[in-house]
């Protein structure tokens, strides 16, 4: 699977934005994706992650109840809704899909080529 992320930008602390992924293949509904984020000097790190079509979903504690996974399997998208954004949140944001469910970016062999999202103060 092919995988194009859009969506960053600059906005201003407390603001929102919704990242996009948009899949290519048949079997798009199949696989698990997954939000990562990766900051200058740090590691990438899990975001957030759903479990195939209406599956569960999982957040990292720092952005629990600020963003939200959700994806449209009629149209192979993913998104990345983030609301009330912090500084710390800066980063470019990857979207990835795998056959597992995973907090661990190694888990996912598909990845999207990044989009920065940067949130000034």
């Known amino acids: 699977v092919q995988l194009q992320a859009s969506g960053g930008g600059l906005v201003q602390a407390g603001g929102s934005l919704r990242l996009s992924c948009a899949g290519s293949?048949?079997?798009?509904?199949?696989?698990?994706m997954g939000w990562f984020r990766q900051a200058p000097g740090k590691e990438r790190e899990f975001v957030a992650a759903?479990?195939?079509?209406?599956?569960?979903?999982s957040y990292a504690d720092s952005v629990k109840d600020r963003f939200t996974i959700s994806r449209d399997n009629a149209k192979n998208t993913v998104y990345l809704q983030m609301n009330s954004l912090k500084p710390e949140d800066t980063a470019v944001y990857y979207c990835?899909?795998?056959?597992?469910?995973?907090?661990?970016?190694?888990?996912?062999?598909?990845w999207g080529q990044g989009t920065l999202v940067t949130v000034s103060s």
């Open positions: 990835a899909a795998g056959q597992y469910y995973s907090p661990t970016y190694y888990a996912y062999p598909y």
């Open positions: 759903e479990r195939w079509s209406g599956g569960s979903t």
């Open positions: 293949g048949r079997t798009f509904s199949s696989y698990v």
